[in-house]
């Protein structure tokens, strides 16, 4: 059991992609390499993303229907994949406040943050880092965006209990998504190499001491739950 008590608040609804013929449904954690992913369901499943300019997050996916029973798809091979916390925060900032990944995401024309974050006034473009995790850190799962609220969230179920029965990290992508596709049978299924900062840099480079504590007390329910640590590689 995870330390904060479950509530219907926290577990938000979830953007999940049905692979009704494999049996199968992707369940998205945001800025967990979801546009790759789609991208790549995209053409397993038919959909032609030209008319979005390739961008699957404009687009009608597949989508399971509610069923009753144990875990989140009774009877799916549910599927996620996560990623380190701490390098989460500094994707986020790095797509959402800095406007460093273009590929799909757009940004409010006079807030200057992308649409996602435009609604609440506590989000600036340009902000420096330290605000940003401030922001994050004061904004509980019950209010925050979907880029930004808890791993956990998406993957376990009421009682706090984790509801799938594949996860992945983000840190080991496309070996993880290779075993996916495997244990569901679907063969010659890669992943491109989308949404990314054009300079890669170390997530340690961007905290203090001061910044690391904060997310590392901000989600400590999801280090705890997928054994994370500051700076880990996997």
Not at 46 to 55: E, S, Y
Not at 148 to 165: E, G, K, N, P, W
Not at 208 to 230: C, H, M, N, W
């Amino acid at each position: 059991m995870l330390g904060i008590e479950p509530s219907r608040e926290d577990h938000s609804p979830r953007t999940a992609v049905l692979l009704e013929a494999y049996n199968a449904v992707y369940i998205e954690v945001p800025k967990v390499a979801c546009s790759s992913i789609r991208i790549a369901l995209a053409s397993l499943l038919g959909i032609d993303l030209n008319a979005a300019g390739v961008n699957s997050h404009e687009v009608d996916f597949p989508e399971p229907r509610p069923q009753a029973g144990p875990g989140l798809y009774p009877g799916l091979f549910a599927f996620a994949f996560v990623r380190n916390p701490w390098d989460r925060v500094v994707s986020c900032y790095r797509d959402k406040i800095l406007g460093e990944v273009r590929d799909f995401t757009r940004f409010h024309p006079t807030r200057d943050v992308a649409y996602c974050l435009a609604g609440s006034d506590a989000f600036q473009g340009g902000m420096p880092f330290e605000g940003f995790v401030e922001v994050i850190a004061a904004t509980p799962d019950g209010e925050a965006d979907e880029h930004f609220r808890s791993q956990q969230t998406f993957v376990t179920d009421d009682t706090r209990q984790l509801a799938v029965d594949f996860l992945g990290r983000f840190e080991r992508l496309d070996q993880d998504f290779q075993r996916v596709c495997q244990e569901v049978g679907i063969g010659g299924l890669r992943l491109p190499f989308v949404q990314a900062a054009p300079t890669p840099r170390d997530c340690k480079e961007y905290y203090t001491p001061s910044t690391q504590r904060l997310v590392g007390e901000r989600f400590a329910d999801d280090i705890k739950l997928f054994d994370y640590s500051f700076g880990a590689s996997d």
